[in-house]
């Protein structure tokens, strides 16, 4: 599917994720599974994405003699989740008016 | 593939000033998924293509943080995603004889294949940022195909604010725009490639073309219509939308099946099987002439005119079977039966042609010419 397409829902999947705590590139993979098939090349832009709009910060971790990136949700980060559920609820409504006229 | 020659391969294929960020996120994921217990082998392949890699990674990066429209109200929103679904026009040409296999495949859309006096096949067809089509060639393969479909031909979707704006998109754009365009299809009057037509919600039609291979349209919720040709054999098929194939002339099979709306089958000829099914609506043969034809609906009426055949069969339930068949009746072995109704045919007769009819709650009425 063009990855585009995707990204909303990528995007507020990871913040989700975030949101319950700190996490690394792998365990985010790992931990939407079943919810949302990631790929590492999915992940990655979506990521940097969130990085670059502040959604998300990052930091580095020292785990077994390597280096590990950690990210942390935002206040803006939250603040995005809050948009994307009231957008959600909007978009719902119109669906929902939409489907009713039409059926 | 070494986990080293996977992230050479990477680095190579990225801008030099992009490159550290993305070596060091997937050196870290492929050391993650080892000590996750996957070999390096494994874990370089579950990366996925390095082309496919560095192409998002340098777009990601090159990208500005994504503006999502912040208080723009939902409807000048939905307006903008209308203004940015702009068809453009396409024109693809081929030779005619470099051609032996011609596949149309659109969504939404209807699709024309008519004849024209060069020897050339050109497709008319449109593509938009937001519905993408394109032509592809495969030695002597040419076809058009939607982008956006997966390989099983769905179109996925995930309810992701962003894709129900789109979704709302499609649905206007469908009502707006969709249905104004068609694809449209010239090849010469003798096309020697088989014809394949696939699309939805649009009719598919076909016009004075003699085909030398096989050909097959299909559509749903619309008309698919054939009228002066000829072909190798014939499949037509919708659903919920009226077939008619009227003045062909084909050597193998003609399979015409819908549901929910009539079929017409008028001055036809198929060297094996004319079958053709419905339900719950009408089908009319008229100057028909095959080895064998099964007219086959329900909750409806069959009507014959003239049907040339060693086997006839016409089923129906709820509706009358009626017309005229050429010979007499002892040309005939007959089996018939109807309930609660008239049945002028007799049953169990001897002849050196087949006919069955059936019906209930209905009439039976087949005259002879002679």
Redesign the interface.
């Known amino acids: 599917?063009?990855?585009q397409?995707?990204?909303?829902?990528v995007e507020?999947c990871v913040l989700s994720l975030l949101a319950r705590g700190d996490s690394?590139?792998?365990?985010i993979i790992k931990e939407t599974q079943g919810v949302?098939e990631l790929?590492?090349?999915?992940l990655?832009?979506?990521?940097?994405?969130l990085e670059?709009?502040?959604a998300v910060t990052v930091y580095t971790v020292e785990h077994?003699g390597?280096?590990?990136?950690y990210y942390a949700i935002t206040g803006a980060g939250r603040t995005r989740i809050d948009?994307?559920l009231t957008?959600?609820d909007?978009?719902?409504r119109?669906?929902e008016f939409?489907r009713g006229e039409?059926q | 593939m070494t986990k080293a020659e996977f992230l050479a391969a990477l680095k190579r294929a990225l801008p030099e000033d992009e490159a550290e960020?993305?070596l060091?996120?997937?050196n870290?994921?492929i050391?993650?998924?080892m000590?996750?217990g996957m070999s390096e082998e494994e874990a370089v392949a579950?990366?996925?293509p390095v082309s496919?890699?560095a192409g998002?990674?340098a777009?990601?990066?090159a990208?500005?943080?994504?503006q999502?429209g912040g208080d723009q109200p939902?409807k000048e929103r939905?307006e903008q995603k209308l203004e940015a679904w702009e068809p453009q026009k396409m024109r693809f040409t081929a030779q005619a004889e470099t051609v032996r296999d011609l596949r149309i495949k659109a969504r939404n859309m209807p699709v024309t294949v008519t004849s024209w006096d060069r020897n050339e096949i050109d497709i008319v067809y449109y593509t938009s940022e937001r519905e993408p089509y394109s032509v592809t060639v495969d030695g002597s393969t040419v076809s058009l195909a939607p982008d956006?479909l997966?390989e099983d031909g769905h179109f996925?979707?995930?309810?992701?604010?962003?894709?129900?704006?789109?979704?709302?998109g499609r649905?206007f754009t469908g009502v707006r725009k969709q249905f104004r365009l068609t694809v449209e299809v010239c090849v010469p009057r003798e096309l020697a490639a088989r014809l394949t037509v696939e699309t939805s919600n649009g009719g598919v039609s076909m016009e004075n073309i003699d085909c030398w291979g096989d050909v097959s349209l299909s559509t749903r919720n619309a008309r698919v219509q054939v009228k002066n040709a000829s072909a190798k054999t014939i499949t037509l098929v919708s659903s919920n939308g009226a077939v008619s194939l009227v003045s062909a002339k084909i050597s193998g099979a003609a399979e015409v099946h819908t549901s929910n709306s009539g079929v017409t089958v008028v001055d036809c000829s198929a060297g094996d099987l004319l079958d053709v099914k419905t339900s719950n609506a009408h089908i009319e043969a008229v100057n028909d002439r095959a080895k064998t034809v099964n007219l086959v609906t329900s909750n409806s009426r069959i009507t014959v005119g003239n049907i040339a055949a060693e086997d006839i069969t016409l089923k129906t339930s709820n509706g009358r079977i009626t017309g005229v068949l050429p010979g007499c009746m002892s040309d005939y072995a007959i089996t018939s039966g109807t309930s609660n109704g008239k049945n002028n045919l007799p049953n169990g007769t001897q002849g050196a042609k087949k006919l069955s009819a059936h019906t209930s709650n209905s009439s039976i009425d087949i005259q002879f010419s002679e």
């Open positions: 599917m063009d990855a397409l995707k990204r909303g829902l507020a690394y590139g792998y365990l949302i790929s590492e090349s999915t990655y832009p979506v990521l940097r994405r670059a709009a502040g077994a390597r280096l590990r990136k948009e994307f957008e959600w909007d978009v719902k119109v669906y939409i039409r | 960020q993305t060091a996120f997937y870290e994921m050391d993650d998924r000590e996750d579950a990366m996925g496919q890699l998002r990674a777009a990601a990066e990208e500005a943080p994504k999502d939902i939905i956006w997966n996925e979707f995930s309810f992701t604010g962003e894709n129900v704006l789109d979704l709302l649905v």
